[in-house]
């Protein structure tokens, strides 16, 4: 087969280290995934091989462009996206996903689905009272809930954030930690605060919890409530046991959305003690009104060595 070469001129220096990556870790994956060869010389990328493996690698390099070309930050996911994309024709979707903007943080920051899963999760919480979504680390549930948390209560589409997880954790029980309550919880709640953090102001919190408006708690503190107009997240709810599971979905009122996370992967529960989250995707997942997400190692959207902590995991079945 015919060797043969072509060149991407970029716009700016800052272009070509948005393509590149750190240490050229894209490029490098663009090139293991291809076949072709890629040198990224000043702004100008010279792509040579086969035939076949340089066209691929181009189209993938240039349905990129939309974020090379104003120097964001590509990521592993964006190029797993887009391969996706190309290989299922689906090109003019993804560049819907590029152009959609879900929020931005309080630093300027664009937060926006980076995965065609992510964005099936985000549309399913928009048009649902009850979101499941199950996945790995680092696959954005949490956050991408908290984010829609957030912007509905910042533009009064609900009263109260409520964020809530089950106490459970490896050899260590609330009584065990200094402090009161709130002091107990923060620890198992610090992922909840982190993506608050990221759009609202760290002072404001406590005053938005002092109103009422942000409501951070243990799971058990849910008992015999109703909450509505409420957005409440559940977290780490493979954690749950099935009564556990039960009593805070029946404590959905009116004007309330409810999503509830976790890594069926990951449960810290006692060997003999059934998930609730694996028991209630048995018993919920025909109802009407509920939706279920599925994120797997490839929606990783951390750092690239997580997605590969987490095949390998997978791959050893721990």
Not at 63 to 90: N, V
Not at 263 to 292: C, N, Y
């Amino acid at each position: 087969m015919t060797e043969i070469s072509q060149t991407v001129q970029l716009p700016s220096h800052e272009s070509a280290i948005a393509l590149a990556g750190i240490r050229d870790e894209n490029l490098k994956f663009l090139s293991h995934h291809t076949g072709a060869n890629l040198v990224l010389r000043g702004r100008e990328l010279q792509i040579y091989g086969k035939e076949k493996p340089v066209k691929r690698a181009i189209q993938v390099v240039l349905s990129l462009q939309p974020y090379w070309q104003e120097a964001k930050t590509i990521s592993c996911p964006d190029l797993m996206t887009a391969f996706q994309a190309i290989d299922t024709g689906q090109t003019e979707e993804y560049k819907n996903l590029q152009q959609s903007v879900l929020a931005k943080t309080r630093r300027g920051e664009i937060i926006r689905a980076k995965t065609f899963r992510q964005r099936q999760y985000i549309k399913a919480v928009q048009t649902h009272d009850i979101t499941f979504c199950i996945g790995p680390a680092g696959t954005g549930k949490t956050f991408l809930a908290a984010v829609l948390a957030v912007q509905a209560l910042l533009n009064n589409q609900c009263e109260r954030l409520i964020l809530t997880r089950p106490a459970v954790e490896a050899g260590e029980k609330l009584g065990f930690l200094p402090g009161d309550l709130q002091q107990k919880v923060n620890p198992f709640l610090r992922p909840l605060y982190d993506a608050l953090n990221e759009f609202i102001e760290p002072q404001r919190i406590p005053i938005l919890i002092e109103r009422g408006e942000i409501e951070i708690a243990p799971l058990a503190y849910m008992r015999g409530r109703t909450l509505s107009n409420a957005f409440i997240i559940i977290d780490e709810a493979q954690n749950t046991t099935p009564a556990q599971l039960k009593m805070v979905l029946t404590r959905l009122g009116l004007g309330s959305k409810m999503v509830v996370t976790g890594d069926i992967t990951q449960t810290d529960l006692p060997r003999h003690q059934d998930s609730g989250l694996v028991i209630a995707t048995k018993i919920l997942k025909s109802v009407e009104g509920i939706a279920f997400c599925q994120f797997f190692q490839v929606d990783v959207v951390r750092h690239p060595l997580v997605q590969k902590i987490v095949e390998a995991y997978e791959k050893f079945d721990v």
